[in-house]
């Protein structure tokens, strides 16, 4: 069964980085049609797609307001998915959580859609001050 499990959250001030890691299972890389994304969310609001890799081709994507400061990458011989984050903002608070789809048409999903992925790790937490 997959396992995901979310690392290197903290606080940082303004214009500072964090890169936040997201351990797997090792199945969870024997299927070569995964899915797997960041997600996050502050109270009172849905969780948000952040950005997205398809682990087949690597082709990756960005919310707007990430786009050129966010950077999603991963390892598979790590079993592991990374978020560069750089130049962070203060509305970049919020927990960050890790998602993955093991469907092999997951790549027909929406990317940003909470609903395109059934496994979840934990969260960790992102605090940016001004």
């Known amino acids: 069964q997959v396992q995901l499990r979310e690392s290197g959250g903290g606080s940082v001030q303004a214009g500072g980085s964090l890169r936040l890691s997201c351990a797997a299972s090792a199945s969870a890389y024997t299927y070569s049609y995964y899915c797997m994304a960041w997600f996050r969310q502050v109270p009172g609001k849905e969780r948000e797609g952040v950005a997205s890799i398809r682990t087949r081709g690597g082709i990756t994507y960005y919310a707007d307001s990430v786009k050129g400061r966010f950077t999603v990458s991963q390892d598979n011989a790590k079993n592991t998915l990374y978020l560069q984050m750089n130049s962070l903002k203060p509305e970049d608070t919020a927990m960050y959580y890790c998602?993955?789809?093991?469907?092999?048409?997951?790549?027909?999903?929406?990317?940003?859609?909470?609903?395109?992925?059934?496994?979840w790790g934990q969260g960790t937490q992102v605090t940016v001050s001004s």
């Open positions: 998602a993955a789809e093991v469907r092999y048409d997951c790549y027909l999903t929406s990317w940003s859609n909470r609903a395109s992925y059934n496994y």
